[in-house]
């Protein structure tokens, strides 16, 4: 097993402003839309406006006939291109066939059924508004539940009952738990649609090169090299004839962790035409097309002793799946039955999770994936085992956490936490935030009738996606080290960052091992042409996946050196350090630049060494990472009108070693108002017919500035053993940790009402009709 | 069918025929190829497309090129001093990173630029109602209220 870098007082582990901001502040970055090429056309989709309905007919002649309208393609066009891809596979899963384009069906709201390419945007747009299809609309279904009863509208007539796949996992004794249980808790528990609103939508450019036979794509993406591979795979051009590039990708969040229709359809369309040809998701479509996040009904029932120790946990979890799969879609709720158990020492769990069919857009990967859900699931139902018991929430949980000599830590779900000390965690929130103090506090106020709550979630996650035969793609990730002749460093990563700040992060780490300046490196990623293979960014992987490839490059590139630096100073005692070669017995020097130059000019070459200073590689961890935390919100309700007021967030997350903690707190604050958009304010909410009600920042309730608290944000650090950098992932935490605090917070505010549990978003109407008895 | 607009957009003149449909967004993205402002919503409701029309902060979604006939616009680009010193609000962006993909960021420091022009010492409560037109989905806004924060401590 690797051993953790020691040398960490360096560059690694400072507040250091990004390398990436520049370009960002000035508003000379390139993202997709800023990109133009000669003679690029346009493209705009047609949608449609049904949830269900058969299409009839397409009459595309007066969108064809507008002057500026190139081409018009219908489903009836789309012929030599492979459907959307799913990579996820499950025993018996159902998978529909996801054409590009509609063929005589469509299957919800904004489904694509016909394209115009103009030679400008405006006049795409009014071909599009030209374009006249005849819909016979049946009847929809967007409630799972619904979805699953006897006789609903069958999303796909191929499967009358809308199920998808059931897949059940089962762990420890669960009859053993529940005949042994003293006290048994169900409950009902949502996690709603949530819309994952990367400010920038998607958008792609595509270019065909007849001569070369050859496509080159710009896309919003997080996945370059997994999205080259599919898109060769469904347009039939090879491979390395396909360069998809990643330019400035405006936030993802998971929603950008996917192949999608429109991608492979614009670089169908640019072969038909000749011609490089744009699209630009609107606003609008991105809240009806890209896919959505979360979409669970949980039915929990947990299993205890009357002294508060877990001994099992019974979930039934519908699962929204939307119409298809996009390309992880079935997989997402799986992830929620492996993190089931929480922090907690219980060994018994049951599951059995129903992927259904619903006229909805297909829901997918959404920061935390599956693992918010289960988070929350737990998480609340502790604290109503908390409730029945009459046990204090933060007792209940030190009485049931994994203890730290028990790592790692085989759960009942097959995972083994890899490290942690998850009562240290929650008594520093504890002690930050003054608990004792906060519950006579809040005795005082529930005598003057005050609606005071405080909230704990103790959250584990599992990511740094992850030993490859567990993950639908490669889990390890590739670097390379290129040293110019200067000595100027150029380093390759395979993960895609577009926010999370590796272009400065890396850029530490490889500073501080070869010991050059920050400004002597550059970073580089996204471009399929010029960086190797690599799988991407998503599950909180680039630090703890893309590091540890990132470190051993930099050993490799180290040991050439010494090589080096041996043959110059002509002795083999010769130490690299601080950026230069020293022997140990002369004290004579030669600098890291010296030698790059000599790898290159190889008048000399040392035993056994080829020229050029140059190192790739590929590394797979030997397990997952599990960061770990405790949130912990302080609220009021005013019961007038249901309105929630966060008096205090404070947020211990444990994400092993930091290479920036600067870029950590960001991560931790951007995720905690994604979390807290669900616990209170965000839905992607469905009417019967299949019409997205919340389809626009005016009705869809996005975080701002004035609803955020602020979150005051510490640590404690528990190195995983499973990289040599001790590192554990933070893209996911705050928004795994903040929910279920949110929620908690309110549900306890509530408690002395008898309120005992309220499905999110925790809006002032619900909360106002439950205090008056109307819920 | 097309009118005439002139405007000064960074100090510099530009001359076009336009559309009367043409949004300035549009405008200033392709016909003067000023890319820095973005298109996040087309609503007016995110502020990635703020810039600054005779002194105050606009959406450039919402408003038409023609109606910017003799404008003077100060887009993200013009902040900076031509030989690349950056104004003290880009700074203290910087600084704070108060930015993750940087989408938002251009109309952030537009409209953070005009909160502190208007109100040279907010409280951070301040802050947050004067960032309340402009969505950022990566930062959770913290970081931006500190720099908005710190670059008036500093007279921005
Ligand atoms: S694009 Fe103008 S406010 Fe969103
Ligand atoms: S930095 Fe990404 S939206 Fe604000």
């Keep these: ?775 | 069918m097309t009118r005439a607009i002139s405007l000064t957009i960074n100090g510099k003149h530009y001359e076009h025929d336009v559309e009367p449909r043409l949004l300035l967004i549009h405008y200033l993205r392709e016909v003067a190829g000023l890319t820095g402002s973005h298109m996040g919503c087309e609503t007016s409701l995110c502020g990635a497309c703020t810039v600054e029309l005779d002194g105050k902060a606009i959406k450039s979604c919402t408003m038409f090129a023609v109606q910017a006939n003799g404008a003077n616009i100060v887009t993200i680009e013009g902040l900076a001093s031509p030989e690349g010193k950056l104004h003290p609000m880009q700074e203290a962006f910087w600084n704070e990173h108060a930015l993750q993909c940087g989408f938002c960021t251009p109309g952030m420091i537009m409209v953070s630029k005009q909160i502190v022009e208007r109100n040279p010492s907010p409280t951070d409560t301040e802050i947050r109602e004067g960032l309340d037109g402009n969505i950022c989905r990566c930062t959770g806004y913290q970081h931006i209220v500190n720099a908005v924060r710190t670059a008036a401590k500093a007279g921005a």
Excluded at chain 1, 47 to 67: M, Q
Excluded at chain 1, 84 to 91: F, K, Q, Y
Excluded at chain 1, 181 to 206: C, D, F, H, W, Y
Excluded at chain 1, 582 to 588: D, I
Aim: overall charge negative; hydrophobic content about 40%; aromatic content about 8%.
């Design chain 1, 1 to 775: 097993m690797a051993t953790t870098v020691t040398n960490i007082e360096k560059l690694v582990g400072k507040r250091i402003r990004r390398k990436e901001d520049p370009r960002l502040i000035t508003g000379t970055a390139t993202y997709v839309e800023d990109i133009k090429l000669p003679g690029m056309h346009h493209a705009v989709i047609v949608r449609s406006p049904h949830g269900a309905a058969n299409i009839k007919g397409v009459d595309i002649s007066k969108a064809a006939a507008l002057p500026g309208v190139a081409a018009v393609f219908t489903g009836a066009d789309i012929t030599g291109v492979g459907s959307v891809v799913c990579g996820a596979d499950l025993p018996g899963l159902r998978k529909p066939v996801h054409h590009i384009l509609a063929q005589s069906r469509v299957y919800y709201v904004g489904h694509p059924v016909a394209v115009v390419v103009a030679t400008d945007r405006y006049i795409a747009a009014d071909g599009a508004d030209l374009v006249e299809v005849d819909y016979e609309v049946t009847q929809a279904v967007t409630d799972p539940e619904k979805a699953l009863a006897e006789g609903a509208p069958a999303v796909h007539p191929e499967w009358p009952d809308n199920k998808a796949f059931v897949f059940l996992q089962k762990g420890g004794d669960m009859e053993k738990a529940f005949a042994d249980a003293e006290v048994v808790v169900k409950q009902r528990i949502t996690s709603q649609r949530l819309v994952p609103n990367a400010m920038e939508t998607r958008g792609v450019v595509a270019d065909w090169l007849q001569a070369e036979h050859s496509l080159t794509l710009f896309t919003s993406t997080q996945i370059p090299h997994l999205a080259r591979t599919i898109l060769a795979g469904q347009l039939g051009i090879d491979e390395n004839r396909v360069r998809v590039v990643a330019p400035e990708v405006g936030g993802g969040f998971g929603s950008k962790l996917n192949v999608y229709a429109e991608e492979a359809l614009m670089g169908f369309i640019s072969r038909k035409i000749g011609k490089p040809v744009k699209w630009i998701e609107s606003r609008r479509e991105n809240f009806l097309v890209t896919i959505h996040g979360r979409g669970h009904v949980d039915y929990f029932e947990i299993a205890a002793k009357r002294d508060g120790t877990i001994l099992g946990l019974k979930l039934k979890l519908i699962q929204d799946l939307g119409a298809y799969h996009q390309l992880l879609t079935p997989a997402i709720p799986t992830l929620s039955v492996l993190m089931m158990p929480g922090l907690y020492n219980f060994r018994n769990i049951d599951a059995e999770v129903i992927g259904t069919f619903t006229n909805c857009v297909p829901t997918d990967a959404y920061r935390g994936a599956g693992r918010p859900e289960a988070t929350h699931g737990i998480e609340r139902m502790v604290d109503l085992l908390a409730a029945e018991l009459n046990m204090d929430p933060a007792v209940i949980r030190f009485k049931n956490f994994v203890q730290p000599d028990q790592f790692p830590f085989p759960t009942a779900t097959g995972l083994n936490y890899d490290s942690g000390d998850y009562g240290a965690t929650l008594q520093k929130a504890l002690d930050t935030i003054g608990y004792d103090d906060l519950r006579k506090q809040q005795a005082a106020a529930r005598l003057e009738g005050r609606l005071m709550g405080i909230g704990i979630s103790t959250y584990g996650e599992l990511c740094a996606f992850g030993p490859s035969p567990a993950t639908p793609a490669g889990g390890w990730e590739s670097a390379t080290v290129r040293v110019e002749p200067s000595g100027k460093v150029t380093i390759h990563t395979g993960t895609s960052p577009h926010g999370q700040g590796q272009e400065t992060s890396f850029a530490q780490l490889a500073a501080d091992e070869l010991g050059v300046s920050m400004d002597d490196i550059v970073v580089l990623h996204g471009d399929t042409s010029v960086i190797p293979y690599g799988i991407g960014t998503f599950g909180s992987r680039n630090t703890a996946v893309g590091g540890p490839a990132l470190f051993y490059a930099l050993q490799d590139i180290k040991e050439k050196v010494k090589k080096f630096g041996k043959m110059l100073l002509k002795s083999e005692n010769v130490v690299f350090e601080n950026g230069k070669c020293t022997c140990q017995v002369s004290g004579k020097e030669v600098t890291f630049q010296t030698i790059a130059g000599a790898a290159y000019r190889a008048m000399q070459l040392p035993p056994d060494t080829d020229p050029g200073l140059v190192a790739t590689k590929f590394w797979e961890p030997s397990n997952f990472a599990f960061p770990f935390g405790a949130h912990i919100i302080v609220s009021e309700v005013d019961r007038e009108t249901g309105q929630i007021e966060i008096k205090r967030y404070v947020a211990v997350d444990d994400i092993g070693n930091q290479l920036n903690p600067l870029l950590v707190e960001g991560q931790v604050h951007g995720g905690a108002a994604q979390g807290l958009g669900q616990a209170l304010w965000e839905h992607g909410i469905y009417d019967d017919n299949g019409q997205l009600m919340t389809g626009e920042f005016m009705d869809y309730a996005m975080p701002r500035a004035s609803m955020m608290p602020w979150v005051e944000c510490s640590h404690t650090t528990t190195p995983s053993p499973v990289n040599p950098l001790g590192v554990k992932g933070v893209g996911e935490a705050g928004t795994i940790g903040s929910t279920p605090a949110m929620v908690n917070s309110v549900m306890d505010a509530l408690m002395p009402l008898g309120i005992r549990h309220l499905d999110m978003p925790l809006t002032p109407e619900k909360v106002w009709k439950a205090i008056n008895g109307a819920a």
